[in-house]
Nanobody, 103 residues
Framework: QVRLVESGGGLSCAASGFTFSNYFMKWYRQAPGKERELVAQ????????NYADSVKGRFTISRDNAKNTMYLQMNNLKPEDTAVYYC?????WGQGTQVTVSS
């Protein structure tokens, strides 16, 4: 059974139930009243990453395949980054974690 569990602070996503190191992983977010959007993705080995233009240069996606965990380091946060953040792998979603940035 695939399971993805996000936790806050610097966001992390612990994966289980599948061979984590074989798959691309992604972070999405959904702000109130808006559609879910792709924030960043990382290749199975971690050597390729892509970011939404809105977070490029401020967020860093990474993974530790030995720990079956993906991370999202968020710097220089802005109020518009306020959203529920979800990890996604193998087509499965985590439960989401709220990030709120006040001005």
């Amino acid at each position: 059974q695939v399971r993805l569990v996000e936790s806050g602070g610097g966001l992390s996503c612990a994966a289980s139930g599948f061979t984590f190191s074989n798959y691309f992983m992604k972070w999405y977010r959904q702000a109130p009243g808006k559609e879910r959007e792709l924030v960043a993705q990382i290749s199975h080995s971690g050597d390729m990453t892509n970011y939404a233009d809105s977070v490029k240069g401020r967020f860093t996606i990474s993974r530790d395949n030995a720990k079956n965990t993906m991370y999202l380091q968020m710097n220089n946060l802005k109020p518009e980054d306020t959203a529920v953040y979800y990890c996604n792998g193998l087509g499965n979603w985590g439960q989401g974690t709220q990030v709120t940035v006040s001005s």
